[in-house]
């Protein structure tokens, strides 16, 4: 810990400080937690906000957003950030239904979807797998449902928003995941396992004939 003393009395004072605009803690743990990096603009287009609201909530925090290797942990750590701590589960939820969103909207399968909608579709189970060990709502459940109900819709087109093989046996991973966890819940789980398994055999049928 004391080695992290000078760094993280600077992270506090700058963190304090930017909390003042109230979308900040918000778009910091969403920019945190993401799987993979997106630009500025694909961010925007993830979220459905403008460049200039996201730049402005994370203004206050310019100077701590590059930090040293070694001390980029410092607000996963509940110990050493206080009020300042940003939960993985709760971001990760908040990535899961954000990615949700965005695929049950996606009914135009004829124009080419923008970086958020692929990020939404190649990421959503492992959100999902980071926060199915935590507290999983039954709104949660409910939208767990829905979703996979449906990417069982129009399979073939939604599964080409994933762009490769190797993403696909990625996402097939993940889906087992969520399947093996609801198949080990006391609930009752039986939709959500029925269409997840549905799912997977729709995938795999077509990874074996089509794509």
């Given at each position: ?51 200039y609201d996201i730049q402005s909530a994370l203004e206050g925090s310019l100077s701590i957003l590059y930090v040293p290797e070694g001390d980029d942990d410092f607000l996963n750590d509940l110990g050493r950030s206080g009020n ?6 709760t971001n990760h939820k908040t990535l899961f239904h954000t990615s949700t969103r965005l695929i049950l909207e996606d009914t135009d399968f004829f ?101």
């Amino acid at each position: 810990m004391a080695s992290h003393n000078g760094l993280d009395s600077l992270f506090t004072q700058v963190l304090d400080s930017a909390k003042k605009h109230p979308d900040f803690l918000f778009v910091l743990g969403i920019t945190m937690f993401l799987r993979e990096p997106l630009k500025l603009c694909q961010l925007a287009l993830f979220l459905k906000w403008s460049t200039y609201d996201i730049q402005s909530a994370l203004e206050g925090s310019l100077s701590i957003l590059y930090v040293p290797e070694g001390d980029d942990d410092f607000l996963n750590d509940l110990g050493r950030s206080g009020n300042n701590f940003l939960d993985p589960a709760t971001n990760h939820k908040t990535l899961f239904h954000t990615s949700t969103r965005l695929i049950l909207e996606d009914t135009d399968f004829f124009t080419v979807p923008d970086q958020g909608v692929y990020y939404a579709y190649r990421n959503w189970g492992s959100h999902l797998c980071s926060l199915i060990n935590d507290n999983i709502t039954s709104g949660d459940r409910a939208t767990i449902v829905v979703l996979m109900k449906k990417l069982n819709q129009d399979c073939s087109v939604r599964l080409a928003r994933l762009k490769s093989h190797e993403v696909v046996k990625m996402w097939l991973e993940e889906l087992e995941g969520v399947i093996t966890w609801a198949k080990s819940e006391q609930n009752d789980f039986g939709i959500l396992i029925e269409m997840g398994e549905q799912l997977q055999a729709n995938v795999h049928f077509l990874c074996q004939n089509i794509l």
